[in-house]
């Protein structure tokens, strides 16, 4: 089975956190998801660095552009999750561009994901409608495809997505770009959650603008999990050295998912 598919079978409320590998520094990833997983994250995104992301605001563009000075890539990526499964079996999704995909091909890049231990992949500029081949070569090798669902979905498109869906989607909180934003939900982002739970057969999960345990405990109350990203990046921009940024991942994971910033031992 899916290590995402075992997940959501506990029936949990789940906090998905969102690195850029080697950022800030060569040699992050591995001590940083080793944090993550400690301080209790469900799943964890890892981002595939391109230099034109487009649906990423200012602090994931940046982390973007130091993990390819980094000299991060496809190659990489999947040496560091071959790595990180050697301990581990928490679910890891791949997000990015449908680009470096491309440029891999489907199907090696599928297979390449699926025998080092990649579980799930999120394709931010791939439309649900252009996805059949990425679908059928992903059904073959066992890899889960997340789907984007955004407000301005119609209910129509909502089912579609959610279809097409392996064993989840991933709603968009607002219009625009990821970002760390000081306020999350509202009426039209209840509306948005009542629409989506009345169109997916899937589970959902919402991201974009959470950075706040208050804005864990509202996107747990509309959807199966939440999802951290700039929040956690931005955390890290200021650090100095390993030690701070394992510890900063712990702490504000912790803080996210328990209430609680735990000390990092």
Known sequence: ??????????????????????????????????????AGSDMIEIGIPFSDPIAD????????????????NLKKIFNLVAEFRKK???????????????SCGIKKFVQEAISNGVDGLIVADLPVEEADELIKTSNRFGLSNIFLIAPTSSD??????????????????????????????????????RRVKAN?????????????REHVLKAWEHADGAVVGSALIKRLSGAEDMSKYVR????FISELKNGVAEAKK
């Open 1 to 38: 089975m899916n290590r995402i598919a075992e997940v959501l079978n506990e029936r949990k409320k789940l906090l998905i956190p969102y690195l850029t590998p080697e950022f800030p520094i060569k040699g992050a990833t591995l001590p940083l998801l080793e944090a993550l997983v400690e």
């Open 57 to 72: 605001g200012p602090t994931i563009q940046y982390s973007s552009y130091i993990a390819l000075k980094n000299g991060v």
């Open 88 to 102: 581990y079996s928490t679910p890891l999704i791949l997000m990015g561009y449908l680009n470096p995909i491309l």
């Open 156 to 193: 129509e498109r909502i089912k579609m997505i959610s279809e097409k869906s392996t064993h989840f989607v991933y709603c968009v909180s607002v219009t625009g770009v990821t970002g760390e934003r000081e306020s999350f939900g509202g009426a039209e982002f209840e509306s948005f959650m």
């Open 200 to 212: 997916s057969k899937k589970p959902y999960v919402i991201g974009f603008g959470i950075s706040k």
């Open 248 to 251: 900063i991942v712990y702490e």
